[in-house]
């Protein structure tokens, strides 16, 4: 049984590397076509008005910080980004950065949906929902600077609590900052090279929600044949076997 589990780790490795190398020479160029192809401009930061659906989400804001202060209270488990995204373990130490998943990747979270069922509504006003969870990140933390995968996703920030003074808690898109209020919706790109400080001895949370871009044909169809190809990759489904295990753990700690 070792020796199976031994040979499918070493093929999953294999096949990653190979997507990786293949990723990493096509996502340029697809990128390039995919901004060309976008229904509201290239910027790093947009202005959320071209997102009438943001207006909702910031109406909302009390129902889905209520549902946040229920978790914290009962201090429900929440993972480290690193221990569920093979991804995100270059730039996420130890547990200064947390996510509470209610999709991730496409997927439905159901356990997480189930702890937060307001808040997993109001995500239906999303069109071309990806993912959404409650990005936790930790007095002091440091988010160094990195890139996304595609431009086929953009991401939107519900901010839920938000440290002051303000602007030394931030975030730097290209060549724009920006800085995070309670019930106030932040929408980037973050396939610009992007980094996070939180200078404050509060924490900082974001309903973290990633949505397709808008594009005109054929950039919508190849997008979406990309976007498919990273669904079904070893590196999001790790992270979903992982989320899994996560959940069942803790599941079985609560019992």
Known sequence: MKEMASAEAARDKV?????????KKLRPLLNRYLARNSLVGNPP????????WTAELEAAWPVVRAELDRLLEQRTPIPALRDISPDHRRIAAGNAWQSFFLWG???RIDNGCRQCPETARLLSVVPGLN?????????????????????RIMTCHLGVMTPTPA??????????????????????????????WND????????LIQFKRPLRLPGRLLGDLFLGAVRHSPFVQEARRNLAAWDEAHKLLDD
Request: proline fraction near 5%.
């Open 15 to 23: 096949k990653r590397s190979a997507l990786y190398r293949t990723g």
């Open 45 to 52: 930061v947009f202005d959320k008005r071209l997102f009438p």
């Open 105 to 107: 990747y496409g997927y």
């Open 131 to 151: 993912s959404a969870f409650f990005s936790i990140l930790a007095p002091g933390a440091h988010i160094p600077r990195h890139t996304g995968v595609t431009k």
């Open 167 to 196: 602007e030394r808690c931030r975030i730097q898109v290209g060549d724009e900052t920006a800085c995070w209020g309670d019930g106030q919706c932040l929408v980037f790109d973050d396939t610009y090279p992007h980094e996070v």
């Open 200 to 207: 404050t001895e509060q924490t900082r949370v974001v309903l």
